[in-house]
Every structure is written in structure tokens, then in C-alpha cells.
């Protein structure tokens, strides 16, 4: 068999190249949340359980945050943000009816959110740092 030495370094060169333009777009990929937007989707049980669905929901640092909040429970229900995140829909939110919020995740952690109009239904928003910067 024979060998051509010129072509197998270009081979080692494409490789090279290969994974330096991989390695690129992971570096330009991981500041991209700060550009981006998120939508998050949350809604109430449906029927007569008190209770958000999903209860945990994540998005990353630096993320514009759009939340829709979708009442899909017999009762009147709100989402409100307890600590860290000044947001929150209207005092009520109708059975069938939906409110929207908005705000940055500027700050890496865990956001509680409730309904005050019933006691016991909570969740959580994480705010999650690029997994490329630790």
C-alpha cells in the first residue's frame, strides 16, 4: 500500500480544524442566555387541586423571562414571586384565563413562587449558571 504523507496531514489538519470550530461554537453558545429569551409555561392543577404544574421549572443566568400563567383549575388563582423576583400576575386570575410576566434572571438560584389566594400551593423557579463556566 502506498502512503502519501501530504494527504494524511491534511487529514490531521481538517480533524484539527474540526475541533476547533467545535470547540468555537460551545464558547459562543454558552453567552448566548444572556441574549436570550425564555418562555416558561406554568399552570394551575386542573379541577380542584391546589397546586402549580409543573412546581419546578428552569432557565438559565442572564435569560429574559417570559412567563405565561394559564388557570386551568375550577378556582381563581395568582403567581407571585416570595423572594428575589419582583413579578407577579394580578391579584386574580379567572378559571379558564391566562396572565403573563416578565422579567431578567439576573441572579443564579432558587425563586419561590405561590398562589396567596390559597395556602400551600407553591413551586420554584432555578436560575441555572452555563454549565461551560464552571
Given at each position: 500500500m502506498?502512503?502519501?504523507?501530504?494527504?494524511e496531514?491534511?487529514?490531521?489538519?481538517?480533524?484539527?480544524?474540526?475541533?476547533?470550530?467545535?470547540?468555537?461554537?460551545?464558547?459562543?453558545?454558552?453567552?448566548?442566555?444572556?441574549?436570550?429569551?425564555?418562555?416558561?409555561?406554568?399552570?394551575?392543577?386542573?379541577?380542584?387541586?391546589?397546586?402549580?404544574?409543573?412546581?419546578?421549572?428552569?432557565?438559565?443566568?442572564?435569560?429574559?423571562?417570559?412567563?405565561?400563567f394559564?388557570?386551568?383549575?375550577?378556582?381563581?388563582?395568582?403567581?407571585?414571586?416570595?423572594?428575589?423576583?419582583?413579578?407577579?400576575?394580578?391579584?386574580?386570575?379567572?378559571?379558564?384565563?391566562?396572565?403573563?410576566?416578565?422579567?431578567?434572571?439576573?441572579?443564579?438560584?432558587?425563586?419561590?413562587?405561590?398562589?396567596?389566594?390559597?395556602?400551600?400551593?407553591?413551586?420554584?423557579?432555578?436560575?441555572?449558571?452555563?454549565?461551560?463556566?464552571?
Amino acid at each position: 500500500m502506498r502512503r502519501y504523507p501530504l494527504t494524511e496531514r491534511a487529514g490531521d489538519g481538517a480533524r484539527l480544524l474540526g475541533l476547533v470550530l467545535l470547540l468555537a461554537g460551545c464558547a459562543i453558545g454558552a453567552g448566548k442566555a444572556a441574549n436570550e429569551t425564555v418562555d416558561v409555561a406554568v399552570r394551575s392543577a386542573a379541577g380542584a387541586e391546589l397546586a402549580f404544574a409543573p412546581s419546578e421549572v428552569s432557565v438559565p443566568l442572564g435569560a429574559r423571562v417570559h412567563v405565561t400563567f394559564t388557570n386551568a383549575s375550577s378556582f381563581a388563582h395568582n403567581l407571585v414571586f416570595t423572594s428575589g423576583i419582583t413579578a407577579g400576575t394580578a391579584a386574580i386570575v379567572e378559571p379558564g384565563e391566562s396572565a403573563e410576566l416578565a422579567f431578567n434572571a439576573s441572579t443564579p438560584g432558587r425563586y419561590p413562587f405561590v398562589c396567596t389566594i390559597h395556602d400551600g400551593m407553591h413551586g420554584t423557579l432555578v436560575v441555572t449558571e452555563p454549565t461551560a463556566n464552571r
